[in-house]
């Protein structure tokens, strides 16, 4: 892009995951050389995020990668609260508004996602993608950032930029280096999910493409996530269990919990990954020329699905702040506090809020008098009946990761 006020930037993006490959693309298509540096030798394929929520698709579209996204995955039908016993409490039907919304609910397994956007990276002359550099350090001062990388002998090397972005997840080796070891605000669930990928036939019992069963030990929630029969089952366990413990315990959860009371001969199970789960967040998303971008920033239970979706929403943002860094449109002082202030403001006044609620509302809640006692299950099933109210909650589902207009897509 070269006009008189373009100014050529360089940014090393830290985590080749989903956001760090979402970001790299927006800005490569931008033509922002970017260095994008990950700690393993390919993409990580536990099952994780499957379902994206509008505001996402919004910035799959921006990466150029929608039309792929859709046509490997689906946008799902109903979605329907249930008793353990399979029994259905409330129902959202077409809960992706295809029909109506080109921004709709998609549904593509985060490994599938991963091969997508691998490939659009590798083909893109802007990115350059190191496998096996792992982040141990950063620095800047007035001019530059930089990182400084490990590789798999041992070696280490500086990388310098103009700007670094951590999107390298949970365990951020940025936050860390920014703000200490330890210091990741918020709360840890009593609580241990285990995400499980499964064929099995769910809508031979009525099920619908996503079920949330509500009970206070074998809450789960049933999901398809291919168009070829698979599905995920994330369920709630004991905390005291070790790993090899959940493993163990998971064919005789399979037979209480899911419809039909299945043995293993009856399912094929492809993964088992539990995972404590967290409500957090860093006290700031931006340090000089230093960002964190989702979970690296931020972290919420998975019911509900907001974990990446709020990720993509942030590095939808920052990339527009960096696009008008470098155009000269925008003052980098001003506009990456605006990135810093808007985007914890969603976490904390959206993002952690509903998606806690979806926790305990699975988990926390008697079935028995939810559609009456739970605020947003009485919603769903008045919207049944109700064109208008319907339409109101279709735009809240929207709506959940957006930021008024004005702040944009940030
Ligand atoms: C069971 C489960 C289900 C979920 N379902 C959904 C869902 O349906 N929808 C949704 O929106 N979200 C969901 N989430 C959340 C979602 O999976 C995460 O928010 C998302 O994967 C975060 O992406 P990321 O790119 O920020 O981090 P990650 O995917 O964790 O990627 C981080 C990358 O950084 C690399 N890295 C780490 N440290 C370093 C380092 N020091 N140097 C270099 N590289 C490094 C890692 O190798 C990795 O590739 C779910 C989560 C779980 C656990």
Redesign the pocket.
């Given at each position: 892009m070269a006009n008189s006020t373009w100014r050529n930037i360089q940014v090393i993006i830290?985590?080749?995951?989903?956001?760090?490959l979402i970001l790299s693309l927006i800005l490569a298509r931008a033509s922002i050389q970017v260095t994008l540096?990950?700690?393993?030798a390919t993409?990580?394929s536990r099952?994780?995020?499957?379902?994206?929520?509008p505001s996402?698709i919004r910035v799959l579209q921006q990466a150029g990668v929608l039309a792929d996204v859709r046509r490997d995955g689906f946008m799902p039908k109903d979605m329907t609260w249930r008793k353990i016993d399979g029994t259905p409490i409330v129902t959202l039907t077409d809960c992706s508004q295809s029909r109506h919304n080109p921004e709709a609910l998609t549904v593509l397994p985060?490994n599938l996602l991963g091969k997508v956007l691998l490939k659009h990276a590798e083909a893109n002359s802007k990115i350059e993608l190191r496998w096996n550099?792992?982040?141990?350090d950063i620095g800047q001062d007035a001019g530059r950032a930089w990182v400084v990388?490990k590789d798999q002998a041992g070696n280490l090397v500086e990388i310098l930029g103009d700007y670094v972005v951590g999107?390298?997840?949970?365990?951020?080796?940025v936050r860390k280096s920014l703000f200490g070891e330890k210091n990741f605000p918020g709360k840890t669930w009593h609580a241990q999910?285990v995400?499980t990928n499964v064929y099995y036939p769910f809508e031979k019992f009525g099920y619908d493409d996503i079920n949330f069963i509500i009970h206070p030990t074998d809450y789960y929630m049933a999901a398809r996530i291919t168009t070829d029969g698979l599905w995920r089952v994330?369920y709630g366990e004991d905390t005291s269990l070790t790993l090899d413990e959940v493993v163990a315990h998971q064919p005789a959860k399979f037979a209480r919990m899911l419809p039909g009371h299945p043995q293993p001969t009856d399912y094929e199970l492809l993964n088992v990954?539990p995972?404590r789960i967290h409500q957090r967040c860093a006290d700031a998303m931006r340090f000089g020329r230093i960002c964190l971008?989702?979970?690296?920033a931020h972290l919420c239970n998975?019911f509900g699905?907001?974990?990446?979706?709020?990720?993509l929403v942030d590095v939808g943002g920052l990339a527009e702040c960096l696009i008008g860094i470098a155009e000269q449109r925008a003052d980098a002082e001003e506009i990456l506090d605006v990135y810093d202030r808007v985007r914890r403001e969603v976490y904390h006044t959206i993002i952690d809020p509903i998606s806690s609620s979806n926790f305990l509302r699975v988990s926390a809640t008697d079935p028995e008098t939810a559609v009456e006692k739970d605020e947003f299950l009485a919603m769903v099933k008045r919207a049944g009946e109700d064109k208008v109210l319907r339409k109101e909650l279709d735009d809240v589902s929207s709506l959940v990761l957006h930021y008024p207009d004005g702040c944009g897509i940030l």
């Open positions: 830290v985590g080749a995951g989903p956001s760090g540096l990950d700690s393993e993409i990580d099952p994780r995020a499957a379902h994206y929520a996402a985060l550099q792992r982040v141990v990388a999107c390298d997840g949970a365990n951020s080796q999910i995400a994330s990954g995972y971008a989702a979970d690296a998975p699905g907001m974990g990446l979706t709020g990720g």
